[in-house]
C-alpha cells in the first residue's frame, strides 16, 4: 500500500479534554479507556474509521498533552526544538507528562496527515495558558490543524434570541479569533463527543479535505463516502422500524367488552370501565412497543442503554369503534332519533374522543333509546364488530412527532455519554419537527385511515406511502438543523418524494 492510499489523522489535546471520547463517538464503539483523571491514555493506538479498495482513513487516538508551558520553557533556546524533544529519553513512571507529551509529538510528526486538536470549547484561550504553548508545539511540527470543539452543550446550533444562544456564538467566536493567529490552524468545527449527530461528521470530512494535498483526496472522498453509505443504511433502517412501529400502533384495538344478547346486554359492552380497561391494554401495549422500537434504535447506533419510557393514556388519545352508531372522526351519531339525544356525546366525539367517566357513554345511550327512538337506536346498536377502543387520528399524528424526536435523541446521543437514557432535545428540535410535519399533515392523516381499517392490503398500502415520508421528515429535519450538511443530505430523500422540504401526495400508481 503507498502512502496515497490512506490519510491519517492525529486526535490531540490536552490531557482529560475527552479524546477518547471523541474516537469512540465517531467509530460508535468502545475503545480505550475513559475516565476522569489525566494521562488515562499512555500510548497511541490506531483505529481504521472507513476503508475502501485497500485505502483507508486512519484516526489515532494519543495520550494527552502534559505541562507543556513548562516545556516549552525548557525546548525554545533549542536550534532543532522538535529534534531535540524526541532524542530525549524520559522516565514514564517518573515524569508521566512528559512521558504522554511526547508519545502524541512522534505520533503526529511521524504518522499525520492532518490534526484534530480537541479543545473544550467552554474555556477561554486566553485563560487557558496551554493552549497556545500547544499550538505552537503543533506548528512546530508542521501537519496542518483542526480545531475540534468539544463539550459545546446543546445539540443544534442554536438561533439568535434563544437561552444561551449568545454565548455559544460568543464562545466559538473567541476561539475562531484565537485560532486565527496561528497559521498552522486552518479550520475551527464544533464536534461535541457527548451530544453531536451524525450528520456533523459528514461536515468533518468536508472539512478535511482542503487541509490535504491533492493526492489524498481521492482516498478522503472514497472512504468518506462508504462512511456516509453506512451512515444511511443506519437511517434507512430507522425509519423502517419507526413506520412499523407507527402503523402497527394505527391498527391496534382492543375489544371493551364482548357484547351479551340484546340491546341492554349490547350497550352494557360500553360501561364506563370497559372502555377504561381498553384504554389501559392499549397504553400498556404502546408502551411495550414503544421500548422495543427505542432500544433497536438505540443498538442500530451503536449504543448501551434501554428506554425507561412511561405513557400515560388520556381520553381525547382514543376513539371508540366497531359499531355503526359512532363515528367520532365525524362528530356525529348516526340515526336521527339517536343524534338528536347526544348533542353532547357528539361533542365530545368531535374533539376525537369520548368521554367514559363518570358513565356519560352509557348514560346517553340509555336516555337516547326511549319512546319512538327505541327502534332505531336497537338497530343501530347491531353492529357487525365488537365495539373496541383505538388510537385517535390526532394522537397517531403527535405520535409521529413524538417518535421521529426519539430518533432525533439517540442520534445526538455521543458515547461520552455512557449508557442510553431517555432525555430531552432542546425545544428548537421540537419546533422543527412541528413546523415540518405540519405540511404533511393531509398525508399522514391518510395513511391513518389506511391503519384504522387493519386488513392486510391496507396496512401494507400505509406502509408503503409512510416510508418515503418518514424519510423526508427525518432528512428535512437535519438538513434544516444542519445547514452546512444540506447537500450531503438531500440524496437520502426518497425518489418517490421528489421535493425534501416541499409536500407531496404520495399514493401507489
Not at 333509546?369 to 390526532?394: K, T
Request: charged letters at 20%; aromatic letters at 6%.
Amino acid at each position: 500500500m503507498t502512502a496515497s492510499a490512506s490519510v491519517t489523522l492525529s486526535l490531540i489535546s490536552h490531557t482529560n479534554v475527552g479524546k477518547t471520547t471523541l474516537a469512540r463517538t465517531l467509530l460508535r464503539r468502545d475503545v480505550g479507556e475513559v475516565r476522569d483523571q489525566a494521562h488515562v491514555t499512555d500510548r497511541s493506538e490506531r483505529y481504521i474509521l472507513a476503508e475502501v479498495d485497500g485505502a483507508q482513513l486512519v484516526l489515532w487516538d494519543t495520550p494527552g498533552l502534559g505541562n507543556t508551558v513548562r516545556l516549552m520553557g525548557r525546548v525554545r533556546g533549542q536550534s532543532s526544538p522538535i529534534g531535540w524533544l524526541l532524542s530525549q529519553v524520559w522516565d514514564r513512571l517518573a515524569d508521566r507528562p512528559f512521558w504522554s507529551t511526547q508519545q502524541a509529538i512522534k505520533n503526529a510528526r511521524d504518522e499525520a496527515d492532518a490534526v484534530l486538536y480537541l479543545v473544550n470549547a467552554t474555556e477561554e484561550p486566553s485563560q487557558a495558558a496551554y493552549v497556545s504553548s500547544e499550538l505552537e508545539l503543533l506548528t512546530w511540527i508542521g501537519r496542518p490543524v483542526l480545531v475540534v470543539l468539544n463539550q459545546t452543550g446543546p445539540a443544534l446550533p442554536m438561533l439568535a434570541g434563544e437561552p444561551g444562544a449568545a454565548e455559544a456564538s460568543r464562545l466559538e467566536r473567541i476561539w475562531r479569533d484565537h485560532a486565527a493567529s496561528w497559521p498552522i490552524v486552518r479550520d475551527v468545527l464544533a464536534l461535541d463527543a457527548f451530544s453531536r449527530c451524525w450528520v456533523q461528521e459528514s461536515v468533518l470530512f468536508m472539512r478535511l479535505l482542503p487541509l490535504l494535498p491533492m493526492e489524498k483526496h481521492p482516498t478522503l472522498e472514497g472512504c468518506a463516502a462508504v462512511w456516509r453509505e453506512r451512515s444511511l443504511v443506519v437511517l434507512r433502517q430507522a425509519v423502517e422500524r419507526m413506520a412499523s412501529y407507527l402503523v402497527a400502533t394505527a391498527a391496534d384495538r382492543e375489544v371493551m367488552a364482548t357484547p351479551r344478547p340484546g340491546v341492554f346486554g349490547r350497550i352494557a359492552a360500553f360501561a364506563p370501565a370497559a372502555g377504561r380497561r381498553a384504554m389501559r391494554q392499549l397504553r400498556e401495549r404502546l408502551e411495550t412497543r414503544t421500548r422495543q422500537l427505542v432500544d433497536a434504535l438505540v443498538a442500530d447506533h451503536g449504543l448501551d442503554g434501554h428506554s425507561r419510557l412511561k405513557l400515560h393514556e388520556r381520553l381525547e388519545h382514543f376513539v371508540v369503534i366497531g359499531d355503526e352508531w359512532l363515528t367520532p372522526g365525524k362528530g356525529a351519531i348516526v340515526g336521527g332519533a339517536v343524534s338528536g339525544a347526544l348533542g353532547g356525546l357528539a361533542a365530545d366525539a368531535a374533539a376525537a374522543g369520548l368521554t367514559f367517566g363518570g358513565g356519560a357513554v352509557l348514560g346517553a345511550i340509555l336516555g337516547a333509546l326511549g319512546g319512538a327512538g327505541l327502534a332505531a337506536g336497537y338497530r343501530l346498536v347491531q353492529g357487525e364488530r365488537e365495539p373496541g377502543v383505538s388510537w385517535a387520528p390526532a394522537f397517531l399524528s403527535d405520535l409521529s412527532r413524538q417518535t421521529l424526536l426519539r430518533y432525533l435523541a439517540i442520534a445526538h446521543f455521543g458515547r461520552g455519554r455512557g449508557g442510553y437514557e431517555d432525555f430531552e432535545l432542546p425545544s428548537r428540535w421540537a419546533e422543527l419537527v412541528d413546523e415540518i410535519e405540519a405540511a404533511y399533515e393531509p398525508n399522514l392523516a391518510e395513511i391513518w385511515a389506511l391503519g384504522a381499517r387493519t386488513d392486510p392490503a391496507a396496512l401494507s398500502e400505509a406502509k408503503f406511502r409512510l416510508l418515503p415520508l418518514l424519510e423526508t421528515l427525518t432528512t428535512a429535519v437535519l438538513a434544516r438543523g444542519y445547514p452546512d450538511a444540506a447537500s450531503w443530505l438531500m440524496p437520502s430523500a426518497s425518489p418517490r418524494l421528489p421535493g425534501l422540504l416541499h409536500p407531496t401526495r404520495v399514493s401507489r400508481t
